[in-house]
């Protein structure tokens, strides 16, 4: 291994950039484009974060991991398209309705949710965490937030006070979709609650531009 050497910007080790900014140190690494961070007071709240994931691996079972992963896959782009496009298919008020909040509330709290991942570039638990392997293949190679939380989310806030009781169903399935992540390795619990909370915005967008 190549001794660690200041190169102007932090200490250079491994392949990986350490910084100190803030009483943090943070660790990049080039190759993945992701950040770590090493030490302060939010490294104490990573790990707290890591632990409840790995907490998480001990209630694992074949049927627990089957329905994680039908959740998983209810939540993902093509599964919300597929439903707006058959609520806008009823052509009727309410079905268009519902679709074209479903549309809004979704494509934004997806965008909100690939901007910060793309910005904070928190590496999966797969690639911080020694040994980790998910139960699921991961989407793109960023964590924070959980983007099928946010756009679960952003639906059950837009559907809040819909006919047929689309509000309830929209939030427990979203409260199931957010727990899939966690359980099946693809996020750690922070990011879940990121992408509820940027979710929840997205769905009072929605709701103002499709009263």
């Known amino acids: 291994m190549s001794p660690d050497r200041d190169n ?4 250079e080790s491994s392949g990986t950039i350490e910084v100190d900014a803030g009483g943090a140190t943070f660790a990049i690494d080039p190759a993945s484009a992701t950040v770590l961070v090493r030490s302060g007071p939010l490294a104490r709240i990573l790990s ?7 907490a998480v691996r001990r209630f694992h079972s074949p049927w627990r991991t089957a ?7 209810m939540g993902d782009a093509r599964s919300w398209t597929i439903a707006g496009l058959a609520c806008m298919a009823t052509m009727t008020r309410p079905g268009v309705h519902l679709g074209l909040r479903l549309g809004v509330a979704s494509g934004i709290a997806t965008a909100f949710s690939q901007a910060l991942k793309r910005s904070l570039t928190r ?8 040994g980790f392997e998910p139960l699921a293949a991961n989407p793109d190679r960023f964590s924070f937030p959980s983007g099928h939380t ?13 006919p047929y009781g689309a509000g309830p169903v929209a ?3 979203a ?7 966690v359980y099946l390795g693809a996020h750690y619990p922070l990011d879940v609650g990121a992408g509820a909370f ?3 915005i997205a769905g009072l967008i929605a709701r103002l531009l499709v009263p």
């Open 150 to 162: 946010a756009a679960a989310f952003g639906v059950a806030v837009a559907f809040a006070g819909e």
């Open 198 to 200: 940027l979710g929840a």
């Open 175 to 181: 409260v199931g979709i957010g727990l899939s992540r």
């Open 67 to 73: 329905i994680a992963h039908a959740l998983t896959h």
């Open 8 to 11: 102007g910007r932090g200490v």
């Open 48 to 54: 707290l974060d890591e632990a409840l994931l790995l």
């Open 123 to 130: 590496a999966r638990p797969d690639v911080s965490i020694a």
């Open 171 to 173: 939030l427990l399935l």
